[in-house]
């Protein structure tokens, strides 16, 4: 199981990236996938999930709006495509995938995999 990030970088404030997320994992088209997001000096937090069929998605308050998850079960790819940036997105992001036909709430524990880490850095 391999879960690889990208897409991460430097941006201003109020500018946008798009981070990908190609998983090799069987049953991708089965199963949930989330973004998390460590912010310096703080535990990681939940961002973003959607589920298998596309039929629902689920943000945190601080990017609802602002931030869209989509995925292509053709490419076994997540995406995670963050507008109106501000410093306090900096951190690094991370995608993670439960069990298959399960579709978990937002807590860590609840992921089976995870991936290495995209670093996003907002700043003037």
């Known amino acids: 199981v391999q879960l690889v990030e990208s897409g991460g970088g430097l941006v201003r404030p109020g500018g946008s990236l798009r981070l990908s997320c190609a998983a090799s994992?069987?049953?991708?088209?089965?199963?949930?996938m989330a973004w998390f997001r460590e912010l310096p000096g703080k535990e990681r937090e939940f961002v973003a999930a959607?589920?298998?069929?596309?039929?629902?998605?689920r943000y945190s308050d601080s990017v609802r709006g602002r931030f869209t998850i989509s995925r292509d079960n053709a490419k076994n790819t997540v995406y995670l495509q963050m507008n109106m940036l501000q410093p306090e997105d900096t951190a690094v992001y991370s995608c993670?995938?439960?069990?298959?036909?399960?579709?978990?709430?937002?807590?860590?524990?609840?992921?089976?995999?995870w991936g290495q880490g995209t670093q996003v850095t907002v700043s003037s």
């Open positions: 993670a995938a439960p069990p298959t036909y399960r579709h978990p709430g937002i807590g860590e524990h609840e992921y089976d995999y």
């Open positions: 994992i069987g049953n991708f088209n089965v199963r949930d």
């Open positions: 959607i589920y298998w069929n596309n039929d629902y998605e």
